[in-house]
């Protein structure tokens, strides 16, 4: 049994569970997405979400957004999209003789980025700089972005024609890749009655509850959390198993690409996130297996014989965190 969270929890956890819980009663059956979104952003991450259309992804991330003392920008990718569309661009200002620099969307807090595999290569590496570096750069120039920096995209799984394979290098700049399901019967009646009521009383509201004060406490606050020895390592072996290493490691039969260093940083950061949300100062094991299949699935590659088999990257992940024990 798990021991029970603290209840002496700081002002600016109160924040961020006010948020959780109004994004709840929005979001019907997304306490797990609510969840991840609010850790990105605690953690200076990056999102992907993958679900079929009408699955709310759009909808969680505005509500999200409205709620954070930030700027928020929709970016709809296709396939003729250029760099400059989101980046910005220089123009000539004839009335000064002098050239000028034309932010594009990039430069808000949280980017939603709708159906990112459809956009071009080109577009891609744009992307990559973004999220890797925080910065862009266009004629030559560097541009810093504005912190905080969340990049939150979708795409279809559905939908193969017109869209392009994100590469490797840019879904490991993703903290969490996660998959949406339909939901129940009872979830869908639910999702209804809310739709309904919205519709008649249109009392959605845009009215901020996490500040930029609060989101800097909070990182201070979660660079506390104290992360046993003991939880390093099975974090590590969790990651080591993705290239073939201790008891997960046979699973990585399957696997042509591992797992790099970066999703143990990742699980570190936000198992950290997560203790500190249900107001604890230490990490338990289970707040890393409870995020370990949102933060491997995106990070590693299925063979040709696996994916030939339909084996999904998901499940090996699972059965390398059911062989994986923490000593």
């Keep these: 049994m798990n021991p029970q969270p603290n209840d002496d929890k700081s002002p600016t956890i109160a924040v961020f569970s006010t948020l959780i819980e109004r994004l709840s009663a929005q979001l019907i059956g997304r306490s797990a997405l609510i969840e ?177 004060d609060a989101l800097r406490q909070a990182a201070v606050e979660i660079q506390a959390v104290h992360i046993s020895e003991a939880v390093r390592d099975y974090i590590v072996r969790l990651v080591d198993a993705t290239r073939g290493g201790g008891p997960g490691g046979r699973h990585a039969v399957h696997i042509e690409h591992p797992a790099s260093p970066r999703a143990s940083i990742g699980m570190a950061r936000a198992a950290r996130a997560k203790a500190w949300l249900d107001g604890r100062d230490h990490v338990l094991p289970t707040d890393v297996s409870d995020l370990c299949a949102d933060i491997l699935t995106g990070r590693i590659g299925l063979n040709y014989q696996a994916r030939a088999s339909g084996i999904s990257t998901r499940s090996v992940v699972l059965d390398i965190l059911n062989d994986t024990t923490i000593t």
Excluded: W
């Design 36 to 212: 991840r979104l609010v850790i990105s952003l605690l953690c200076d991450g990056h999102i992907l979400l993958e679900g079929a259309p009408g699955l709310a992804k759009t909808r969680a991330i505005k509500l999200f957004a409205d709620a954070i003392d930030t700027q928020f920008a929709r970016i709809q990718a296709t396939p003729d999209l250029l760099p400059a569309d989101l980046t910005g661009t220089t123009v000539y200002r004839q009335q000064d003789s002098r050239f000028e620099f034309m932010p594009g969307p990039l430069f808000n807090h949280v980017i939603l980025v709708d159906e990112i595999n459809r956009a071009p290569p080109k577009v891609q590496s744009a992307l990559l700089e973004a999220m890797a570096e925080k910065q862009i750069t266009v004629a030559g120039t560097t541009h810093r972005l504005p912190s905080p920096f969340l990049v939150a995209a979708t795409q279809n799984p559905i939908e193969h024609e017109g869209t392009f394979a994100l590469p490797e290098a840019q879904l490991d700049r993703f903290l969490f890749f996660v998959e949406l399901g339909l939901p129940d019967a009872q979830e869908e009646r639910r999702i209804l009655d809310l739709l309904l009521s919205e519709d008649a009383a249109q009392n959605l509201t845009g009215q901020v509850l996490v500040t930029h």
